[in-house]
């Protein structure tokens, strides 16, 4: 079935450590993105890329870096500079051109040891 | 900031139709109005969407006010797997990102 997923469900990280959250698509979509939801919160925007190899920072993008090196793939890596990193981490994607609704993937729950 | 403003919850009786209200009266002209929702601990599914006609799918109808400055989400015969928080937002088709508010959080009662 086509669909987003991520992995892993439940991440865990350490004081100063970095963790990498991945998002594979196979919608065949152009774009891709990530928010962040805290709880009882809305979604906020933290990179989002139109097409491999580019990328823009979204509204809360420290703390934060992306690639787009495949079209299907889209990982997050919260660095150790982000400081209050415990939230729940969704990836999404769509065609890039058009008006047609973003598919979301299950989401990554992040805390800290 | 989210460009939609909705009520922070409703509560809806199992069978009944639930109207969830969305204001956006900045809506540029080539902004849709999407609905998606969102249950506890999974990612945001897809509703419906409309740019000014009033619209219908399996699982809800899209009424969109003439000036489109509101709009309104009908699920026509509400059970209780619809209990979720439903997100009224804003998309042009340009740049590519959704802002998505507090949300409605729609309780279905038995």
């Known amino acids: 079935d086509g669909g987003i997923t991520q992995s892993p469900k439940y991440l865990f990280r350490k004081e100063g450590q970095n963790v990498t959250l991945s998002c594979e698509q196979n919608l065949n979509h152009d774009a891709m993105y990530w928010y962040r939801q805290d709880p009882g919160q809305g979604l906020r925007l933290i990179y989002y890329?139109?097409?491999?190899?580019?990328?823009q920072k979204g509204d809360i993008a420290e703390g934060y870096s992306v690639s787009r090196e495949k079209k299907e793939s889209f990982p997050l890596t919260v660095t150790s500079a982000q400081k209050n990193p415990t939230a729940f981490y969704l990836c999404?994607?769509?065609?890039?051109?058009?008006?047609?609704?973003?598919?979301f993937g299950d989401g990554t729950r992040l805390s800290i040891l | 900031d989210a460009k939609t403003t909705q009520p922070t919850s409703m509560d809806c009786a199992e069978g009944r139709a639930a109207n969830l209200p969305c204001n956006h009266s900045?809506?540029?002209?080539?902004?849709?109005v999407y609905w998606y929702r969102q249950i506890h601990s999974q990612g945001p599914q897809y509703i419906i969407h409309?740019?000014?006609n009033n619209e219908t799918n399996e699982m809800a109808s899209l009424i969109i006010t003439e000036d489109r400055k509101s709009s309104t989400l009908i699920l026509p015969h509400a059970t209780l797997r619809d209990t979720a928080v439903y997100y009224c937002?804003?998309?042009?088709?340009?740049?590519?990102?959704?802002?998505f508010g507090k949300g409605t959080k729609l309780s279905v009662k038995p």
């Open positions: 900045t809506i540029s002209g080539n902004e849709y």
């Open positions: 937002t804003l998309y042009g088709g340009s740049q590519g990102n959704l802002i």
């Open positions: 890329s139109q097409i491999v190899n580019d990328f």
């Open positions: 999404a994607s769509m065609f890039a051109r058009g008006n047609q609704p973003q598919h």
């Open positions: 409309g740019l000014k």
